[in-house]
């Protein structure tokens, strides 16, 4: 029921509510600015739209708080996990890895149907990051920003569910020693988290999650 505007609001509180303001000298201007630059890359599509950006962005910021990752984890992690669901989606055109590979499109050619869409995604992510005026991470030391955009890059491509398998075989293969001091356990988690978060609109109520499967059965048959 919210406007785009509000949606972008909420997401700045988002950012302000986890400490990444300060924590990482981000500008609200940049910030604004960046949020804006995000969502003019989402398309007007039945389900890979901003909202569904939103969505999956909420979802990641409950599961910060309601697993008391703030004491587990520090805020670099916790500024990949977030950022990562803001932009997992970018310039979706409603045209899956399958079509994109079968169809032989730019994407496909461009990443030899490797994970075509979430390379993209993840691409037109670091593109919005190159321009001064919304790049949020314009104030981070080198370091840190080496860390982040590789920790972006690893949970943007988990989003490919072609490997799910993969990816749920590794966490369970963790889970009975998992400790948040091992940076792979961190990882693996943070791939997780953001899989989860990415389809949890069954995870909502009904009046929800109904209209959105809609959405995505709308996208299909465009497709
Ligand atoms: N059946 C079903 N599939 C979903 C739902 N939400 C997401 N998905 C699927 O899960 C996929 C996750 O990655 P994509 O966003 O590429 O495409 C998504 C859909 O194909 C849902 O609510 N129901
Ligand atoms: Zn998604």
Redesign the pocket.
């Known amino acids: 029921q919210w406007e785009d505007a509000e949606i972008m609001v909420l997401l700045q509180v988002m950012y302000t509510d986890l400490d990444f303001i300060a924590a990482f000298n981000i500008e609200p201007a940049v910030l604004q600015h960046f949020l804006f630059e995000v969502y003019r890359r989402y398309n007007n599509i039945p389900f890979?739209n901003f909202k569904h950006c939103f969505c999956v962005t909420q979802m990641m910021y409950g599961l910060i708080w309601l697993t008391d990752l703030k004491s587990k984890m520090d805020s670099e992690d916790l500024l990949i996990m977030l950022t990562s669901a803001v932009c997992h989606?970018l310039d979706h055109a409603g045209y899956?890895n399958a079509y994109q590979i079968n169809a032989r499109t730019e994407l496909a050619l461009r990443y030899n149907d490797i994970s075509p869409?979430e390379n993209h995604h993840c691409a037109i992510a670091f593109e919005i990051l190159e321009k001064t005026e919304s790049n949020i991470f314009r104030n981070l030391s080198m370091n840190q920003y080496k860390r982040i955009r590789e920790g972006i890059i690893k949970c943007i491509l988990a989003?490919d569910?072609t490997r799910h398998n993969e990816i749920l075989n590794k966490f369970k293969s963790i889970l009975t020693a998992f400790d948040f001091t091992n940076k792979e356990h961190r990882e693996v988690l943070m791939m997780i988290l953001i899989k989860v978060s990415?389809?949890s609109?069954?995870a909502r109520p009904m009046e929800v999650?109904e209209p959105?499967?809609d959405c995505?059965l709308q996208e299909f048959y465009n497709q």
């Open positions: 890979h989606d899956n869409l989003t569910m990415d389809i609109n069954e999650a959105w499967l995505l």
